[in-house]
């Protein structure tokens, strides 16, 4: 038998690929920051979801159920048990009463991955006790502005964070 037949007939042959790169940390880098501040994720993510609840000047039932709910569902935030998540709230309320650029350092400190998320939280938490005042307004289009959101981006969050919380 020819070896040409014998090949024919076995499983795994060789073949000839091209050598990939070696691994390197480095391609890491661009995914995993330096925080540009003291802020951590779980806390920044806390921050924007409880100012969007706030923003009225007061916090519904609804929104308090919604931000409950996203913090037993949220990755960022059902890792944390309950004195831990109280910890982050302490912390969050203290920057918000300290620091004159709570909000600007909130938004830096999240990846740029999670702004399209945060922002459709943020809405669906001022949209949930069903109204929305000029003041929750204010605070998403600020927010907009700050995660760098494109009028595109926002204009179909809004359209269908707005369904849900309509139907």
Known sequence: MSEEADNSQALFAPITAPKKPGFSMQELVTEFPDHPNDWSIPEAFLCLILSSAFADGRIAEQEQDEIR?????????????????????RIV??????????????????PKDMHLAVFA????????DGVLVSAEAEFLEKLIGLL????????????VISLKNRF
Do not use: F, G, M
């Open 93 to 110: 309320l203290k920057r918000r009463s300290d620091r004159p650029d709570w909000l600007e350092e909130a938004c830096e400190a999240l």
């Open 148 to 159: 760098n959101i494109s009028e595109e981006e926002a204009k179909l969050i809004t359209k």
């Open 121 to 128: 939280h943020c809405l669906d938490i001022a949209l949930a």
């Open 69 to 89: 709910a996203l913090s037993r569902r949220s990755r960022t935030l059902k890792n944390l048990d309950q004195n831990e998540l109280a910890q982050v709230n």
